[in-house]
């Protein structure tokens, strides 16, 4: 998907979703336009980094120990991976980045350096979606649902519908009044109707969510 393609096809979707599942009317009539907005100038390297420190993290610590994180690095506008596997535990930690972190940190960087992770975003611009989760899964601390935040939040992809984000699923069963909160494998039956833009719906499920 390119970027100046990409708000007409919001656009193509929101009434896609409508046609298709009242449900998905409901929630673009309480929430107006879509505001999917990818980081499209984001390399892959740069924002699977950023994610392994945002895990289980509140936003706002995990954003300063980001940010100490990149001023490790001087010179650069984000660590090259070279820099990143050269820095010692002792810079690492003193970022406020934990053991484990660290070593998916630099997992992610040994990856970049021997091509399974894509330091430009041409080398898997042409790729499908689980072609794209099962080569960067080989990365230590990368499960599936940090893939698809990639894939939607980065590559900008439309049909990605994360089945096991909490926020998707809550949204799903606040927004139909079901008693039980739905099953991954219910909601990905559900999300058929929604293909090819299953993202634009993660979205409104997700403001579905947030909703008092």
Not at 31 to 56: K, T
Request: hydrophobic share 45%; charged share 25%.
């Amino acid at each position: 998907m390119s970027q100046r393609a990409y708000p007409e096809q919001l656009a193509l979707a929101q009434r896609h979703l409508s046609r298709a599942d009242p449900l998905m009317r409901r929630l673009i009539r309480a929430h107006g336009a879509c505001g999917l907005e990818p980081a499209w100038a984001r390399s892959p390297y740069d924002a699977l980094i950023e994610a392994v420190i945002y895990q289980q993290l509140n936003g706002n610590v995990a954003g300063k120990i980001f940010q100490r994180f990149v001023e490790l690095f001087p010179g650069a506008p984000f660590p090259p991976p070279a820099q990143v596997l050269a820095a010692s535990d002792e810079a690492m930690r003193s970022a406020g980045l934990s053991r484990q972190k660290i070593a998916y940190i630099r997992d992610i960087a040994a990856h970049t350096g021997s091509g399974v992770v894509p330091l430009k975003r041409a080398a898997i611009a042409r790729s499908k979606d689980e072609a794209i989760i099962e080569r960067i899964t080989q990365v230590k601390g990368i499960g599936r649902w940090t893939v698809e935040m990639l894939l939607i939040f980065t590559l900008g992809r439309l049909d990605v519908l994360p089945v096991d984000d909490y926020g998707v699923r809550k949204g799903y069963t606040r927004a139909a009044g079901a008693d039980e909160p739905v099953k991954p494998r219910e909601l990905r039956e559900r999300g058929e109707i929604w293909a090819p833009y299953r993202s634009v719906a993660s979205w409104y499920l997700w403001r579905a969510a947030e909703a008092d």
